[in-house]
């Protein structure tokens, strides 16, 4: 069969390597039906053959059998790895062809019925093993390969006998035709296996493009906080936890004390600088859960759930007393400071008074002198 076209080899690995363990799979269930193909053999035999051939077959094909299944075992519980167990399993897919082909050699010769029978149920059990093999064509050539040439070797003993001879000259043809078909049928399985893994990858892709869209969609980019659109539907979501549950929840609005002679005096990238220290410093001193998006300029809003008027007073003072702690860390570094409106919603208010209550707060911090927390 040709190599998959358009795939690395690393790709190539993966889709020999799940053709493998799909096989080992279907090889574990088709050894589950094997002993209703004893049982077909034997009640066809009784009587025609010698007891001794068909004991000696079904000693032989149970053995065989009971290490196919103990391999099968082990390798489905090591993972099924093709690299670890790949030799093994061919060895006991070649066993199991030759178990099948001895019924050339055990059992035909003796009735030419029988003949024809056991030629038909061979025939049955390549049929069904394309099936099981397909994934792993390579095992269904081995298997199979093994069983044709042990069989016809066997009934090619009695060549001398027509009969014979047609059904060696049948089941060759019937055993060339579907090493033909299976074949065409296995590399479109693998096609079909590198082409999930394809879609599979797209679809990752995909979705984390998607995700990175969404997140970029709510994200302001020079400070990486929640942007208003962000914060509109974070509010919505409170407002409604907030009006199901009863629980309230606060809002701070923070502007940066007399930033336009930051930028004034040092320049806007200065500024720029400024913003994301600024937003960096107020992150890390935020709680589990909270969340700050940028409001606009240099404001910013925070939301914190779950928090009634009280917590969120001392929450500000804590922020602001950090903001105030030390310069930001910009070139130069600058020292800062803050003004905070404190606001928590009451019941039967909108998303809108509740942030007009918060920005009158602000105006009433930055009116008393700024670097305060008002509510």
């Known amino acids: 069969m040709q190599p998959l076209p358009d795939l690395s ?219 208003r659109r962000a914060l509109d539907a974070l509010l919505a979501q409170q407002l409604e936890f907030s009006v199901s549950t009863g629980q309230p929840f606060s809002i701070l609005m923070l502007d940066i004390d007399y930033f336009k002679k930051i930028n004034d005096v040092h320049g806007h990238l200065v500024g720029d600088d400024a913003l994301r220290s600024f937003a960096q410093r107020v992150r890390e001193g935020l709680r589990q859960g909270d969340v700050c998006t940028r409001y606009g300029g240099e404001e910013f809003l925070i939301v914190l759930p779950l928090t009634n008027l009280l917590i969120a007073l001392e929450v500000a003072e804590r922020l602001r007393l950090a903001v105030e702690a030390e310069p930001l860390s910009t070139t130069p570094p600058l020292p800062v400071t803050v003004s905070i409106g404190v606001a928590t919603y009451t019941a039967g208010q909108t998303t809108d008074r509740l942030m007009a209550a918060a920005d009158a707060a602000l105006y009433l911090a930055k009116r008393g002198g700024r670097n305060r927390v008002r509510s």
Request: positive net charge; proline residues 1%.
């Open 9 to 227: 080899v690393s790709d190539r690995l993966v889709v020999n390597q799940t053709g493998f363990a799909l096989w080992v799979a279907s090889f574990r269930q088709t050894l589950h039906t094997t002993p209703a193909g004893w049982f077909v053999a034997s009640w066809m035999a009784w009587g025609r053959v010698p007891d001794k051939n068909l004991l000696l077959w079904l000693v032989l094909f149970f053995v065989v059998w009971m290490m196919g299944l103990l391999s099968i075992d082990r390798a489905l519980k090591d993972g099924c790895d093709q690299q670890t167990h790949g030799l093994r399993l061919r060895v006991m897919a070649a066993l199991d062809g030759i178990a099948w082909g001895l019924l050339g050699w055990l059992l035909a010769g003796h009735d030419v019925l029988l003949d024809a029978i056991m030629v038909a149920l061979l025939c049955g059990v390549s049929a069904v093993n394309a099936q099981v093999y397909v994934p792993y064509i390579r095992g269904y050539y081995l298997q199979s390969g093994l069983m044709w040439s042990i069989s016809v070797l066997g009934l090619a003993r009695y060549a001398t006998q027509q009969y014979s001879v047609d059904l060696i000259v049948a089941f060759s043809v019937f055993q060339v035709l579907m090493f033909y078909h299976s074949s065409r049928i296995a590399k479109r399985v693998q096609e079909g296996i590198a082409l999930q893994l394809s879609n599979a990858a797209l679809a990752q892709q995909l979705r984390g493009l998607l995700t990175k869209v969404r997140t970029d969609a709510a994200t302001d980019a020079l400070t990486g906080q929640g942007n």
